[in-house]
């Protein structure tokens, strides 16, 4: 098994693009504030690998895989399209933006634990945006 088939991070994400958020009514927002799977439709396994990040199950045409040329920005924060109210008021609530130059804006909420509103978004940022660091 070569280096690149063993994914140095894994987890599980519920996902969107930031145009399928802005497409969501007011009801769909109440209810995401119940559960953020009436927003988010998208889901499956995530892995980061030394030459690709892969969402897997991403549409029905399968795996979305973006190299490091394929990612703008990394970054956690609430926005207009997911704000505190419906991502709860810890900062561990804050969705994950990747800024793709395939998709457009991509929201995830990796490892999600509802009950208690966190996902591990803040410790994938830090390993992405060190993953998109030029070597030097």
Request: charged letters at 25%; hydrophobic letters at 45%; zero cysteines.
């Amino acid at each position: 098994m070569a280096a690149t088939d063993v994914p140095t991070d894994h987890g599980t994400y519920i996902g969107a693009t930031s145009a399928e958020l802005s497409r969501k009514t007011t009801a769909d927002k109440l209810a995401g504030g119940v559960s953020q799977q009436a927003l988010f439709l998208r889901r499956g396994n995530i892995a980061l690998y030394t030459d690709r990040l892969v969402l897997m199950g991403w549409n029905d045409a399968g795996d979305l895989v973006l190299r490091r040329a394929d990612i703008r920005s990394a970054r956690a924060r609430f926005t207009e399209l997911y704000g505190r109210f419906i991502g709860g008021l810890l900062n561990r609530g804050k969705p994950l933006i990747l800024d793709t130059t395939h998709a457009g804006e991509i929201y995830l909420l990796i490892n999600r634990r509802e009950f208690i509103e966190t996902t591990d978004d803040l410790e994938w940022v830090r390993v992405l945006n060190a993953w998109l660091a030029p070597v030097s």
